[in-house]
């Protein structure tokens, strides 16, 4: 009796540990992992766009392209963006694990673009003047320049050295720029209509209406490499315009979150890179740009 009472007892032990494998029994409460691939399995997240806004017409910063290359995005419609700004933004958006998307706007268009949240960002030589401060949150400065003058080569003004000597002549700036507004500080200067965009300013400097047009440095040796008739007016110490000459990354305003990991990306580049970047993009820009 006492042999069967142990048989039965091991049978019976061995039916207990068979229902329990069967149920899938584990440490973690019975419960059983879902088969890879199988329908439980949760689908891959889809990865974040970055959406930043830019002129692409505003060479070397940005500007369009027709074919594509290891450099440029691709714009909705046609084209391709190229530039400083876009070789920016595809690093940032890269170090941010996002999806980068470029949406060519005009410049009027972009602040209101970043508030509406049309775009998540403004990557296009923009200033983070007091003004643009109330309506949208800036990263530190990603450039910093120098305020130079664009004239033609063979007009005396290649040669001047101060603002003084730019009393009286025609001087044109970038429309709801600084450019266009540093232009008052030229002691009588005939203070020119400003218009949209650099492409429009070199037609109007070299048929003569305009005897001199402001821009950052990168911007006024980007028209020169593209317009070899033209010259860049550097001024002595002292003797030039007073400027903010950096450019910020803009996001809506009270986007914290995003504003801390734009920045947090753009602090892991460092100056000689971003330096270099300039370099290349004054090489690559079109002869339109």
């Known amino acids: 009796m006492n042999q069967r009472r142990i048989l039965a007892a091991i049978l019976g032990a061995m039916m207990t540990l068979t229902l329990l494998a069967g149920c899938g029994g584990s440490n973690n409460g019975g419960s059983s992992a879902p088969a890879p691939g199988g ?55 890269d170090k941010m694990g996002m999806e980068l998307v470029i949406k060519k706007l005009s410049w009027e268009g972009l602040e209101p673009a970043v508030t509406s949240g049309e775009i998540d960002a403004i990557i296009a ?15 530190s400065p990603y450039y910093e320049s120098e305020m130079v003058c664009i004239v033609r080569g063979d007009d005396a003004l290649a040669q001047a ?75 002595e110490a002292g003797k030039g315009f007073e400027a903010d000459t950096t450019v910020s990354i803009a996001v809506k305003k009270g986007n914290t979150e995003l504003l801390n990991a734009v920045q947090s990306a753009l602090d892991t580049i460092d100056a000689d890179t971003r330096n270099q970047w300039m370099t290349d993009a004054v090489s690559r820009q079109p002869a339109n740009g």
């Open 161 to 235: 050295t101060s603002l003084a000597d730019f009393t009286g002549k025609n001087v044109q700036g970038q429309q709801n720029t600084l450019y266009d507004e540093i232009i008052d500080q030229i002691p009588g200067v005939n203070h020119m209509t400003p218009l949209q965009s650099y492409p429009l300013m070199v037609v109007s400097l070299q048929n003569g209406e305009a005897d001199a047009l402001t821009a950052e440095l990168p911007v006024a040796t980007g028209v020169v490499t593209s317009n070899p008739s033209l010259s860049i007016v550097r001024f």
């Open 125 to 139: 030589g923009m200033t983070a003047t007091p003004e643009r401060k109330e309506n949208a949150d800036f990263t």
């Open 39 to 93: 329908s439980d399995t949760p689908a891959p997240a889809e990865k974040k766009t970055f959406t930043v806004g830019m002129e692409c017409n505003y060479a070397p910063f940005n500007w369009t392209q027709v074919e594509s290359d290891e450099f440029s995005v691709p714009l909705e419609g046609a084209g391709h963006a190229g530039g400083y700004d876009v070789m920016m933004a595809k690093t940032l958006a």
